[in-house]
């Protein structure tokens, strides 16, 4: 029984271009599972209600959007009662003036915008890093990058596909017998 491999005519490659491009869907499908798991273990690792006491954090005058104290940028951050004086030993800006909504602060009347210089002492508890969560966001960083290589994966395939097509073209060219082919006894000229 002679076995014959099936071979498309006329495809120069689209088969490997198809098959780059499945992969690096998959691998880049992979990639995010992974991004989003390393992500959710760190935080799961990290070490939950660390306290920390702020002192006389300077901030600007709340608008009516309100302003974020550096606590509730801390992960899982939550601010405590929060103490605004004008200066650092200046009088204390009662809570009648502003609201506070966790680790906002909004103007409440008008008269805020009198002091000049405010400052806010307070403490939050937030999700602290550790051992275990410095690991997971070096390895999740680490598997985003493979991304960065999707393009040269990409031009390299289409190299090839380039290469293949060029190969097939000229074998075509040279089997149409529209060059001249030299043999070992005679010599036979293509027509046009």
Not at 63 to 85: D, E, F, K, P
Not at 167 to 180: D, E, H, Y
Request: aromatic share 6%.
């Amino acid at each position: 029984m002679n076995k014959q491999f099936k071979q498309d005519k006329g495809t120069a490659g689209l088969t490997i271009l198809l098959s780059v491009i499945v992969m690096l869907f998959i691998i880049g499908l992979i990639v995010m599972i992974f991004s989003l798991m390393g992500t959710e273990l760190m935080d799961a690792t990290a070490t939950e209600d660390t306290t920390v006491v702020v002192a006389n954090e300077s901030i600007s005058v709340p608008s009516t959007a309100g302003i974020t104290l550096a606590g509730g940028s801390a992960r899982n951050g939550i601010c405590g009662t929060v103490v605004l004086t004008n200066g650092t030993a200046g009088t204390v800006i009662t809570a009648g003036n502003y609201t506070q909504t966790d680790c906002v602060l909004t103007n409440k009347t008008g008269e805020f915008t009198a002091y000049t210089t405010p400052y806010a002492s307070y403490s939050y508890t937030w999700s602290a890093d550790n051992t275990a969560t410095d690991v997971m966001n070096e390895t999740a960083s680490s598997i985003s990058e493979v991304t960065d290589w999707f393009d040269i994966f990409i031009v390299i395939t289409a190299m090839v596909v380039l290469i293949l097509l060029t190969v097939i073209i000229i074998t075509a060219i040279r089997s149409s017998g529209m060059v001249a082919s030299k043999s070992s006894n005679n010599i036979s000229i293509g027509t046009a």
